[in-house]
């Protein structure tokens, strides 16, 4: 690969610095289903109470994993020269959008039908650090 308009070392520092805080995350939320487990003798209402809450550690946790996923594949993709490349196209991806979402395997197009099929796993905003530039 030969794409001077993209910056690979510090996109591949960024991917790690992600990597390291979903796994973090991940470890935390780990911690945190164990001690609902442990305090789940309790009364009914109180159980429901901790099964909402799980569900939505679990929804967590997965978006998480998703996005885990897509930054291991992305620095995979760096070691073998692939990177840049939309996956589904294999046109260019912008540089911009490289640098608000690195892990992206997707051309902003590819992405879009691909949401529209729900082909996409949706995952918020949050996950960029940066604003996104819609430019690709
Ligand atoms: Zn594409």
Redesign the pocket.
Known sequence: MDRTDIHIERITQKLKLRRQQILEFLKRLDDEVQELDTDSAQDIADRSVLSMSKESLFDRTSQQRIVLRMVEGALGRISDGSFGV??????D?APQRLEALPWTP??????E?LEDEGRYPLIGTSFTDDSFTRGG
């Open positions: 939309c996956a589904n196209c294999g046109d991806i997707y051309c902003l197009r590819c992405q039908n």
